[in-house]
């Protein structure tokens, strides 16, 4: 944990940390574009389970795509790529917020998801 808080530190310097317990929660702001809004972030993790990101403020549009129930981010396709404790949160998942924002804020403009996603449907059997 101590090495996540140090790149954290060092890679977004304005993230605040708080730990209570097992649980550590780091807050700052992303900014995707320059005429875009600052987006407050929410990164929680414990050692034994998977980082949730959440954006705290402003909310997002009714209905926006590629989020959980939860209101996290869905930010990769568990069959494509796994969360490992030897990853480092400040090189995978805070970039990744940053580019589901952009693609986010193209949603907004244009109504369809432009960024990547593994998200499709399966093709209908043809029998």
């Not at 890679?11 to 550590?24: A, H, I």
């Not at 320059?34 to 959440?54: A, L």
Request: proline share 9%; with cysteine; charged share 15%.
């Amino acid at each position: 944990m101590a090495l996540q808080n140090f790149l954290m530190a060092k890679g977004f310097p304005g993230f605040s940390y708080d730990r209570q317990g097992g649980l550590v929660t780091w807050r700052g702001t992303l900014q995707p574009r320059t005429c875009s809004p600052e987006y407050q972030i929410q990164v929680q993790y414990s050692i034994r389970t998977t980082p949730k990101v959440k954006v705290v403020w402003p909310p997002l549009a009714l209905k926006a795509p590629h989020l959980y129930h939860d209101g996290t981010l869905c930010l990769y396709w568990t069959d494509e790529w796994r969360w490992r404790p030897d990853q480092i949160i400040a090189q995978t998942l805070l970039p990744w917020a940053a580019l589901w924002l952009y693609f986010y804020e193209l949603w907004l403009d244009t109504g369809e998801w432009l960024g990547p996603s593994s998200h499709q449907t399966p093709p209908a059997d043809k029998r």
